[in-house]
């Protein structure tokens, strides 16, 4: 077992039932992490659902970011879980191909609304995953605030200025100026 | 010793001799771990003090935080000696209130020129740099780039919409819509 170190408290904290009842559940650290990392790669996979069938593709955009570093946050053993490799967990490889194809496409959906800058790539989401683990570690309280000031920050830098869409263009043409109408 | 963890391999490497030779000078962690610290703090004074200098207050802001970033990016101990509580280096309150009070002038600095958002926040600083500790630990190579990336986003963030000064006002009143001049 490599790489994961998800605290079994935090498991228990998670299942709310005490460390002795989680020992008889699963009585090995390998069950317990395997059902762990299911249940936070089913709440990522839920997020993303959500999004993809926002009529808004920008608002799941900006709804998955916030939702998953939310779960960063408050969840200590979240970004080693999400981020290693997990070679035991059968369906990691199938659950996180699919999670990059529906994250491909809500970024070219929030692209093709003009709402997301052009040159924002889809490495740019575990660059955000990445930076949020690092401002996540003290208290609960201070983790969110710090998230929750990091992610707004990065969602108006991935934002298209200006920030909101224009009105649709008056039918004007050069003519408007050179043939100036009388004025009564 | 709590919260220090700077490999002596790196220091080695920065001292450009070998760790044999280096613990000829430094026969304790502990002397290495204040000369390692000594070394960062200085560099990031240096860089706090060219930002200050700068005629552009806004280009003395970015100076000082792309400087900082890269530090970050290619020292692996960077962050633990720049975030920890150090208490055998005697000077280290004093390095860090000078290090606080020059921040501050330079954020106010460059708010006043009206380039960085009003809502900026000193603490923002130090989010900046746990985010971009989260970013560093692949190889150096790919620490730099992902840095850079971050680093760009949050300046870009953090930078005033619009981007650019605009030109001063016309010199115009709502009298020149009501009284329209005659065109020849």
Same mark, same amino acid.
């Given at each position: 077992m490599q790489g994961i170190d998800v605290p079994i408290t935090a498991i228990a904290r998670r299942a709310g039932v005490g460390a002795a009842t989680l020992y008889r559940h699963f009585?090995?650290?390998? %069950?317990?992490?395997?059902?762990?990392?299911?249940?936070?790669?089913?709440?990522?996979?839920?997020?993303?659902?959500?999004a993809l069938a926002d009529p808004d593709p920008w608002r799941g955009f900006c709804s998955v970011i916030e939702k998953v570093c939310v779960m960063q946050a408050t969840d200590r053993g979240f970004t080693a879980a999400f981020l *290693?490799?997990?070679?035991?967990?059968?369906?990691?490889?199938?659950? +996180?191909t699919r999670a990059e194809r529906g994250l491909a496409q809500l970024v070219q959906r929030a692209k093709d609304t003009g709402r997301l800058r052009a040159d924002f790539h889809p490495a740019d989401l575990t660059l955000l995953v990445l930076a949020n683990s690092g401002v996540v570690g003290e %208290?609960?309280?201070? *983790?969110?605030?710090? *998230?929750?000031?990091?992610?707004?920050?990065?969602?108006? %830098?991935? +934002?298209?200025?200006?920030?909101?869409?224009?009105?649709?263009?008056?039918?004007?043409?050069?003519?408007?100026?050179?043939?100036?109408?009388?004025?009564h």
């Open positions: 009585p090995t650290r390998a %069950s317990l992490v395997t059902e762990a990392f299911a249940a936070q790669m089913a709440d990522c996979v839920a997020a993303l659902d959500d *290693s490799q997990f070679p035991d967990a059968v369906d990691y490889e199938r659950d +996180r %208290s609960q309280q201070v *983790s969110l605030a710090a *998230s929750r000031r990091l992610t707004a920050y990065l969602l108006q %830098s991935f +934002r298209t200025a200006p920030t909101e869409p224009l009105p649709p263009p008056a039918p004007l043409g050069l003519q408007h100026i050179h043939q100036p109408q009388p004025t």
